[in-house]
């Protein structure tokens, strides 16, 4: 397996974060490491009682990636069967390129979704990051002037929004 290499640096913002590793070498995402919650400054266990969101802190922030790379937090693949319940809140997280200032720190958003406490040791790897290269789009109006007062189309309704052709 032959994936581009690229360099990304990270900052320690917290003494007992752990830098980010690849498990195997066919792995796409690095795992990070839980040390407990967001303004505390004791690394600690995290404890989510149901129905409950935290922030979680890596202890850890990006100090440099590539200008044209972004990247993206996912749970890991195991969550489900060692914390059944437990989501990232927003569902994928996003850091961008210009977030690496000295206290932009990586947190997660962590849900439990079951009716039982969640509790994750200290130095827990539950999500992984995973760097993607990013687009922008040049933003401009298309005017359809085809399209009636009301918004609706001459040639019907739509075809099912959300992006859905039906």
């Known amino acids: 397996m032959i994936f581009p290499i690229v360099d ?3 900052r320690k913002i917290h003494p007992a974060a752990v830098l980010p590793e690849y498990k195997t070498l066919g792995s796409i995402g690095m795992d990070l490491h839980l040390i407990g919650y967001k303004d505390i400054d004791i690394a600690t266990d995290i404890f989510i009682y149901p129905h409950r969101t935290i922030i979680a802190r890596t202890g850890l922030g990006i100090y440099s990636i590539s200008d044209d790379m972004h990247a993206e937090i996912y749970l890991r693949s195991s969550v489900g069967i060692k914390y059944p319940g437990l989501i990232l809140a927003n569902h994928i997280g996003i ?3 210009d977030y690496t200032g000295p206290e932009d720190e990586i947190y997660l958003l962590l849900h ?4 039982q406490d969640i509790e994750i040791e200290r130095d827990a790897r539950i999500a992984q990051l995973v760097l993607r290269k990013s687009h922008k789009g040049n933003i401009t109006e298309f005017i359809d002037e085809n399209r009636l007062p009301n918004g609706s189309r001459p040639t019907g309704p739509s075809r099912g929004g959300l992006g859905s052709t039906g």
Do not use: E, L, Q
């Open 8 to 10: 990304i640096k990270f």
């Open 95 to 97: 850091i961008d390129v």
């Open 112 to 115: 439990n979704t079951s009716n």
